[in-house]
């Protein structure tokens, strides 16, 4: 009998509790997510990333620069595996105002930033997201996404100005470039 009425209990204790989880999910309130912002920001962020755009030579020469950041915002995991020496990582899925601030607390400083597309001969650890074929207007159009653009987008709406891209497809075999990690070699 102790356990039927144990039983009754935990069973209602149970049902209470999905159904204040289930009013809580039921909740009316908005993500906070503004398309339309992000979408004005986008002409912006264009024309500032225009002269933004640099070649390895130029890449290689900012990052000796003191207080330059190789910034990697790939996966943790093909962070790990293998990136370019001297970079340091946060993973894209992970910016937030504080994480930046905690890793380049000065907007003002030189970031340097590469995702996946920007090398070749490799795609165990650089896996490009190069062409994906997509329904533009009744047709077939191929559209390149990669991880660069939202990774610059971000950083500017987030206040950093003095970032440069990498705007060169280059072989992981260039001996003018080293990387590290597990894989590295």
């Known amino acids: 009998m102790k356990i039927k009425i144990f039983t009754i209990i935990l069973c209602s204790l149970a049902s209470l509790c999905n159904a204040q ?11 906070i997510v503004d398309f339309d912002a992000y979408e004005k920001l986008i002409p912006e962020v264009k024309a500032h990333r225009k002269n933004k755009l640099i070649d390895l030579p130029t890449f290689l020469k900012m990052a000796k620069e003191k207080g330059a950041v190789i910034l990697d915002t790939r996966s943790d995991s093909l962070f790990k595996r293998k990136h370019v020496k001297g970079a340091i990582h946060l993973n894209f899925a992970d910016f937030t105002q504080q994480n ?10 030189k970031i340097l930033i590469y995702c996946n597309n920007n090398f070749i001969d490799d795609q165990a650890n650089f ?6 074929p997509v329904l533009v207007k009744k047709k077939i159009a191929p559209i ?14 987030y206040g950093y100005r003095n970032v440069y891209e990498l705007s060169e497809l ?3 075999l260039d001996k003018r470039i080293t990387f590290e990690g597990t894989y590295a070699n």
């Open 127 to 132: 896996a490009s997201k190069v062409v994906v």
């Open 21 to 31: 989880t289930t009013s809580t999910i039921k909740s009316k309130r908005k993500a």
């Open 144 to 157: 390149s996404l990669a991880l660069n653009i939202p990774t610059y987008i971000n950083l500017y709406g």
């Open 100 to 109: 930046l601030l905690r890793i380049i607390p000065n907007a003002d400083t």
């Open 170 to 172: 280059v072989s992981i």
